[in-house]
Nanobody, 124 residues
Framework: QVQLVESGGGLVQTGGSLRLSCAAS????????MGWFRQAPGKEREFVAT????????YYADSVKGRFTISRDNAKNTVYLLMNTLNPEDTAVYYC?????????????????WGQGTQVTVSS
C-alpha cells in the first residue's frame, strides 16, 4: 500500500499557474506508475495525466495537453503536476493515485491507492 498526500492547490486567476505535489510513502515509489485525476462538482472523476515508473512515458487528457506537465522525482518519492494557462474549466479537486504496476494508465479503476485530494479553483 502507498500513502499519498497532495499539496499545492489553491485559488488562481484565469491564465495563471499552479504546481501540485504528491508525496508518497510505503511501497517502493520508484517502481510504480502514478497518475493525476480530477473531479469537479456534479461530475465524474476524470483522468488528467499519468507517468511511468521511470518518468519517460507520459499521457495526458486532451483537455490539458500542452498546458499541464506531469513529472516525478524518485529520490524524493514525489510526483508533480505543473498546470499552466489555467481556466475555470480546470476547477476541481485533484487527486494523486498510485498503480500496482510500473506502466501508466488512463483508467482510474487501475489505480489502487489515492490521496485525499487538493482543491484547485480558477476564477474568471
Amino acid at each position: 500500500q502507498v500513502q499519498l498526500v497532495e499539496s499545492g492547490g489553491g485559488l488562481v486567476q484565469t491564465g495563471g499557474s499552479l504546481r501540485l505535489s504528491c508525496a508518497a510513502s510505503g511501497r517502493t515509489f520508484s517502481s510504480i506508475a502514478m497518475g493525476w485525476f480530477r473531479q469537479a462538482p456534479g461530475k465524474e472523476r476524470e483522468f488528467v495525466a499519468t507517468i511511468a515508473w521511470n518518468g519517460i512515458i507520459t499521457y495526458y487528457a486532451d483537455s490539458v495537453k500542452g498546458r499541464f506537465t506531469i513529472s516525478r522525482d524518485n529520490a524524493k518519492n514525489t510526483v508533480y503536476l505543473l498546470m499552466n494557462t489555467l481556466n475555470p474549466e480546470d476547477t476541481a479537486v485533484y487527486y494523486c493515485a498510485a498503480r500496482d504496476n510500473s506502466l501508466p494508465s488512463t483508467r482510474y479503476t487501475e489505480y489502487h491507492d489515492w490521496g485525499q485530494g487538493t482543491q484547485v479553483t480558477v476564477s474568471s
